[in-house]
């Protein structure tokens, strides 16, 4: 796998059937009825206003605050919060992004392929892809009160 020179030697299993429905923005946040790309437009999406077309993070960093999340440093998982991981190439531009499952291990979708459950999120670093650079959270909305009270807690204790 060219583009994924680790994933051969990694734990992973294909998880959908390949689609150009929707792309690794879209599948990280869970909204995949339709790409979200920046700049916008069709057959894009993009939430918030659109900058002139860049891979620059200060554009994805708008995108996911928009959404509720925030930078944090760990890749560990925490229960009662969502993390993303964002690859990055050597000049700090975007170039994917894989979300947490709750079990600890990452999901993503690789381009116009197959969604993909990876073990580790050097998996997919290397190619095409560069490696991850930034990590962010958010707590899960379909938590309830009291559990969005323990995982807050929890998400001090491990920031």
């Known amino acids: ?61 708008e995108c996911f605050a928009s959404l509720g999340f925030k930078q944090c440093k760990r890749r560990l998982r925490i229960p009662g919060w969502q993390k993303i991981a964002i690859y990055t190439d050597g000049g700090g531009g975007f170039l994917h992004v894989a979300s947490q499952l709750p079990d600890g291990k990452w999901t993503s979708k690789l381009g116009r392929g197959s969604d993909i459950c990876h073990d580790s999120l050097e998996a997919i670093e290397g190619g095409g892809y560069g490696r991850v650079t930034y990590t962010m959270r958010r707590l899960d909305p379909t938590l309830g009160r009291v559990r969005i009270l323990l995982a807050r807690l929890a998400g001090a204790l491990i920031a």
């Open 1 to 61: 796998m060219g583009t994924f020179p680790n994933l051969a030697s990694s734990p992973h299993q294909e998880t959908s059937k390949p689609s150009d429905d929707y792309n690794c923005v879209a599948w990280a946040i869970e909204r995949d009825q339709r790409r979200w790309w920046q700049p916008g437009g069709a057959p894009f999406f993009w939430p918030v206003a659109a900058a002139p077309r860049s891979r620059l993070m200060v554009i994805y960093f």
